[in-house]
């Protein structure tokens, strides 16, 4: 692309150098550089890419984007800017042309829910015959191909990449999971939104925000400068969860069109005759559009806000009710959440990727009602990862559970057993009583919890020790398949190594 046409709007400080008529490519990552790229040197959080300009000039860069002063002498030419991060995502999009001003962009925020919504607004907009891509912590989908998802929301280059390959595969509308990591990056700024969802706020990556204040700030932001920003001019621009207390917040503070969602408040969309099973949801939704019935295959109260979040996002879109219906009937599980591993002769045993202390409580809640047995819960913490999270986990998984074990999550580089000590901060007082492994085979622990740090055994334990009418919680990982540990990624999936402890159970007991 030629460089001027590239460097359109972006403020520059100083340019030293002669201007080269055209690159080839960006790049921030010194090693992906070639003949002809243009680098840009992002401080990071754990290094700067600062100190890898000469390799990128070694390796063909031939124009740097920078925020420090360039040395006297160098082949290549340089930019200097103030934010070199913003800057990346401004150069992204005029790079690749502006692809989300081609689309329907929906932009989903909030702690926990964000997946499964973009999975149901998916179905819900495949059902009305329109091309759906997706962008989300599972992976990054179009058009039958599957990407990897190394984070939530991709770096505002690669967003910009993958919108243009979606708009030129013809795709119509995008739904994308937006981080408050993303949101503090300005990895979105430079995306045109037709609309943003808020989920919920619950306390996750306090290492990273410090309170909860900050972490609303970054998720307002969305709502406040990015969706404002958006050269779109659609009538609804937000949909907000009215019956949660930081999205009431929101509505306050941030005024564009929206809909609101709920069950115990006035909201725009409310759900009526509402009635939940192990079968799935079945309620009445009431909004301007009319009263109609909804049926999910999904389970429990979060998942039924899950479903109205989705809805109202349609109704934003121009949807209605009959596809709306179709798409939430047809849509049957997102990977890792809520997510049944067992067969109907079997103890009920889910997978869910819960990982803070709000989201176990609410898929507790969501199997609390269904409970003629026990309730296990097992769960780990991760490592390098919000610490004071961790008793709290503990408090929310011994509220509704007859017996928890406490095991290893991603410990990452501490040690798994400084992370359970941790956890187990939560249990003192008497909340549970401390049990060793052994006495799970005898099947009679009650308000009590143990501790088997290899992950696979507590898996095997927990389905081992539990009766018919028992139901199984694996929180934690969810959809993922690894496990790290140190620095290493190692194969491990919760469904796998569940439905082999389901298996062994069944030989041991059978006749």
């Known amino acids: 692309m030629d460089l001027t046409m590239l460097m359109k709007e972006i403020p520059v400080l100083n340019w030293v150098g002669d201007r080269p008529e055209h690159v080839t490519s960006i790049c921030y990552d010194s090693r992906k550089c070639q003949q002809g790229s243009l680098f840009v040197a992002v401080p990071g959080l754990l290094a700067d890419g600062h100190a890898y300009i000469p390799e990128a000039i070694r390796n063909g860069a031939r124009v740097i984007v920078h925020e420090q002063s360039p040395p006297a002498t160098s082949d290549a030419r340089w930019i200097q800017v103030a934010d070199s991060r913003r800057v990346l995502g401004m150069l992204g999009r005029n790079f690749y042309r502006h692809p989300s001003s081609q689309i329907r962009l929906v932009g989903v925020i909030g702690t926990n829910g964000k997946t499964t919504v973009t999975y149901l607004l998916e179905s ?55 981080s408050s990591h993303s949101l503090d990056l300005r990895r979105v700024d430079d995306c045109d939104f037709d609309l943003g969802v808020f989920t919920n706020l619950s306390q996750d990556h306090l290492d990273y925000h410090k309170t909860m204040e900050n972490d609303f700030a970054a998720k307002k932001r969305f709502f406040s400068e990015v969706l404002p920003a958006s050269q779109k001019n659609t009538s609804c621009r937000m949909v907000v969860n009215g019956d949660d207390p930081w999205g009431r917040q929101l509505l306050q503070d941030v005024r564009l069109p929206h809909l609101s969602f709920g069950i115990d408040t006035p909201c725009d969309l409310v759900a009526r005759d509402i009635h939940l099973s192990l079968q799935g949801i079945q309620a009445d939704f009431v909004s301007a559009a009319g009263r109609f019935e909804i049926a999910s295959p999904l389970i429990g109260r979060f998942n039924l806000y899950n479903i109205l979040a989705a809805t109202a996002a349609a109704l934003a879109l121009g949807i209605g009710p009959e596809m709306i219906q179709v798409g939430i009937k047809h849509f049957g599980q997102v990977p890792g959440r809520m997510e049944k591993v067992s067969s109907p002769d079997q103890p009920a045993v889910f997978v869910d990727y819960a990982h803070t202390d709000d989201a176990i409580r609410r898929v507790l809640q969501n199997l609390a009602a269904f409970k003629r047995g026990r309730l296990i819960t097992l769960f780990g913490c991760g490592g390098d990862r919000d610490r004071g999270k961790r008793p709290l986990m503990a408090q929310a998984a011994a509220e509704l559970s007859d017996l928890v074990i406490i095991t290893s999550d991603n410990p990452r580089t501490e040690d798994p057993l400084d992370i359970i000590r941790q956890i187990e901060a939560g249990l003192t007082g008497g909340v549970m009583e401390k049990v060793p492994p052994a006495a799970l085979e005898a099947g009679d622990c009650n308000r009590c919890y143990t501790v088997i740090p290899d992950r696979a055994l507590a898996i095997e334990a927990a389905i081992a020790s539990a009766g018919p009418s028992d139901l199984v919680m694996i929180a934690g990982k969810g959809h993922e398949d690894y496990q790290i540990l140190g620095s290493r990624r190692i194969s491990f999936d919760d469904r796998r190594h569940a439905r082999a402890a389901l298996t062994k159970r069944s030989e041991l007991r059978r006749p």
């Not at 989908?141 to 998802?149: E, P, S, V």
């Not at 984070?151 to 990449?161: D, G, I, N, R």
Request: no cysteine.
């Open 124 to 178: 819900i907009l495949t059902a009305a015959g329109f091309s759906v891509g997706v962008l989300g912590t599972v992976n990054y989908r179009f058009k039958q191909k599957i990407m990897a998802a190394p984070h939530t929301t991709p770096e505002s280059l690669e967003m910009q990449s993958i919108l243009r390959d979606m708009v030129d595969d013809g795709v119509s509308h995008v739904v994308a999971e937006v």
